[in-house]
């Protein structure tokens, strides 16, 4: 994955692209953003502060393909200073299969705010032609959302503190045996 990251920018194409051979490889996509279809996903948090992160689609140049662009995050209270750069710009950064889910309540999605954003559901609700992939912008000039993004850990952690805890426990669980199964010989 390190590697992934230091090679060079994969150029995101107007015809739908593989989202397997792009998936945490870094892409870079030519265009205009799409404002009226930003979406704000809700409960974020970044040094302790709630936010949102802001999803804006990026129309490719020269096409009617889009690709959706996680552009950063916002605090709570900043929501409406949000700018979206006007023009084509080029957007850099790492391609995700999805964004990060959370428990929803059966409630269909609706409106700018929102918890969880499903590429395919969103290109049926508006009409927008979508690569199935997004990305997670390491770069976009003239914005002022902070991009601090968490760093894929493939949950290794967990997995050691949990081997950790099953050895511990097959420890505690031998000492027991061991301790138990001498059983007190009462002389004749």
Do not use: C
Not at 48 to 75: C, D, Q
């Amino acid at each position: 994955m390190q590697e992934a990251l230091l090679s060079p920018a994969v150029e995101i194409s107007p015809s739908p692209v593989q989202k397997e051979s792009l998936v945490y490889k870094r892409v870079a996509a030519r265009g205009e953003f799409v404002p009226q279809h930003t979406v704000y996903l809700d409960n974020k948090l970044r040094g302790g502060k709630v936010g949102y992160e802001v999803v804006t689609p990026l129309r490719i140049a020269g096409s009617k393909m889009h690709v959706l662009v996680n552009r950063g995050w916002v605090e709570r209270e900043r929501r409406e200073q949000v700018t979206t750069p006007r023009g084509v710009v080029r957007v850099s950064g790492i391609a995700l299969e999805h964004l990060p889910r959370v428990l929803q309540m059966n409630e269909p999605p609706a409106g700018s705010i929102r918890q969880n954003l499903d590429i395919a559901a969103f290109a049926a609700e508006t009409g927008l032609g979508l690569q199935p992939i997004v990305i997670e912008a390491h770069f976009i000039p003239e914005d002022n959302l902070l991009r601090e993004w968490p760093r894929p850990d493939l949950g290794i952690e967990k997995h050691q503190a949990y081997a950790v805890q099953w050895y511990a426990l097959a420890g505690l669980a031998i000492v027991l045996v061991v301790a138990l199964s001498f059983k007190k010989i009462d002389a004749p």
